[in-house]
């Protein structure tokens, strides 16, 4: 797959794309995409015939919202369910970092988006079917599943990140919002003390590839370009943009080119956010000059929209900042890490969920410690719950059980104060001073000085329910629940019982 027109075919040979003919970019668009996100499995749903719009003019919605989907996103597989993706991505970060200096993007000399080229104050970006996503947006939001590029003035490093922006002054500008703390901010701030502006360019349709890297941390000093081209194990294709000189998507569907002057500002917001909350900036924020508009012939605009979960990016987040955070635990030597992740319910930031095997006192503490500081983990994380091996760190009610069977409130809640939080946290009352956020570690193993003697658990071993299942197998037929894990050893049998998990 080459560009998103290529994904879209693939995942419509998986039976996992539905076309939406009709819809309103005025709030119905948001809708349905909402409604879709709550079945059981979310289709990528294509937009088309949009009102106001010609045909051909389209948007995206759902695309990494799916095992199956983010499999073929990152060339992984397209059978794989939940659990195999959890297990595929495992490791997979710190492969993608170690390798990403070996997949340098490839500059080529021309691509698909310069079919249409619009210069200066005749871009328009609203002849593109930009949605009012939500029913008390403050505008429509362009810049949900974009990709913003920017680069450092001192090391050249490109940083890819996805920030969300309102189209302003009727579709002539959008606004920017970098969050703090983020490469693309440290970039921006960079250029602005040095000339008051800061070169910019913005794709706002590829391969949701693209997406997935930009909205999530990537280690610092490793560009996402070269990071995208590691997890699909070839470089990725660019153009030198003609004017910032930074090197745009070849795949792209629409991309604006310019600058971001640091003191041209207007209001933005509200707008639904990731955290289930509208938020919105109560000072002026900055507003893209642009100076070149490219787009492709039937453009394909990629919306994400974020909202109360589950939403159109959470289920990608989780799958894929989970697998971050493990690694991140074994690359700083936390032993015996058996799993994490980061829940839905907190957009796949706020909770997260840390399974170890216990070797000795202080581990359990260690691992929460580390995992919510580390840098895929470092921004807004709110609870940190370190589990046992037999819990089933992605089972929340099965982390819910061990918080109120293995946790002393006393004892085993631990606070770290004044972490890197987030203005779109509704908790955040000044938004004026700094956006720090307080955290708490939850210890829910079993006390490690009782560990032996701590009480067995209730339920059936693993190789017992195994029998069963398969003498009954015609009983449970149509039952959908994973069966306990063959990778169970028999020494950890004698001290574990995993049982059924998620039925």
């Known amino acids: ?39 059981r499995r979310p289709a990528a749903l294509l937009f088309d015939h949009i009102k106001g719009y010609p045909p051909g003019y389209r948007v995206l919605t759902g695309a990494v919202a799916s095992p199956r989907r983010i499999g073929a996103t990152l060339r992984m597989g397209t059978d794989l369910t939940d659990r195999e993706l959890v297990e595929a991505l495992r490791g997979k970060p710190l492969e993608w970092e170690r ?7 490839v500059e080529v000399e021309t691509a698909p988006l310069f079919e249409n080229v619009i210069e200066g104050l005749d871009a328009d970006l ?10 008390h947006d403050g505008g429509r939001y362009i810049g949900t599943g974009c990709m ?21 002054q009727d579709g002539r500008t959008a606004s920017v919002m970098p969050v703090p703390g983020k490469h693309g901010h440290q970039h921006i701030t960079k250029w602005w003390d040095r000339q008051g502006r800061a070169p910019i360019a913005i794709s706002f349709g590829h391969d949701p590839l693209l997406f997935m890297v930009a909205a999530t941390e990537v280690p610092t000093d490793v560009c996402e370009l070269n990071y995208a081209g590691a997890m699909i194990g070839r470089p990725l294709e660019v153009v030198r943009g003609p004017v910032t000189g930074l090197p745009l998507p070849a795949s792209s569907e629409i991309v604006i080119e310019g600058w971001l002057p640091k003191d041209n500002r207007a209001p933005e917001g509200p707008f639904g956010e990731w955290t289930g909350y509208y938020s919105g900036s109560t000072q002026p924020i900055p507003l893209v000059d642009i100076q070149r508009l490219y787009f492709r012939n039937d453009p394909i605009l990629l919306g994400s929209p974020p909202s109360k979960p589950p939403h159109d990016y959470s289920y990608m987040r989780a799958a894929l900042k989970s697998a971050m955070i493990q ?42 410690y580390v995992a919510a500081q580390c840098q895929p983990a470092a921004y807004m994380v709110r609870y940190v719950i370190v589990v046992d091996e037999d819990i089933d760190p992605t089972n929340l009610e099965d982390v819910m059980w061990a918080v109120c069977t293995r946790s002393d409130p006393g004892e085993d809640i631990d606070i770290m104060r004044k972490s890197w939080g987030s203005r779109a946290d509704p908790l955040l009352e000044n938004r004026q001073r700094p956006p720090y956020n307080t955290r708490a570690l939850i210890d829910a193993c079993k006390p490690f000085e009782r560990i032996r003697e701590f009480p067995r658990v209730a339920q059936a071993s693993p190789e017992f329910l195994r029998q069963v299942h398969e003498k009954w197998r015609e009983l449970f037929a149509d ?23 998620g039925m």
């Open 1 to 39: 797959m080459r560009d998103l027109r290529e994904w879209l075919s693939a995942v419509d040979e998986l039976g996992e794309l539905q076309r939406v003919d009709g819809a309103d970019w005025d709030l119905e668009i948001g809708g349905i995409s909402e409604l879709n996100y709550r079945r």
């Open 327 to 368: 690694d991140a635990l074994v690359k700083a030597g936390i032993p015996e890490v058996r799993g994490v992740w980061a829940h839905e319910c907190g957009g796949g930031r706020m909770l997260l969920a840390v399974s170890i095997k216990q070797r000795y006192c202080g581990h359990s503490r260690q691992a929460g």
């Open 99 to 105: 390798t990403a200096p070996e997949f340098e993007p």
């Open 148 to 168: 913003v590029l920017t680069c450092d003035p001192e090391t050249g490093i490109v940083n890819g990140g996805a920030y969300r922006m309102m189209v302003q």
């Open 126 to 135: 609203l002849r593109f079917p930009v949605p009012r996503w939500h029913e």
């Open 479 to 501: 039952a959908r629940f994973p069966l306990p894990s063959e990778a169970l050893s028999s020494a950890e049998a004698d001290t574990v019982s995993q049982g059924l998990q």
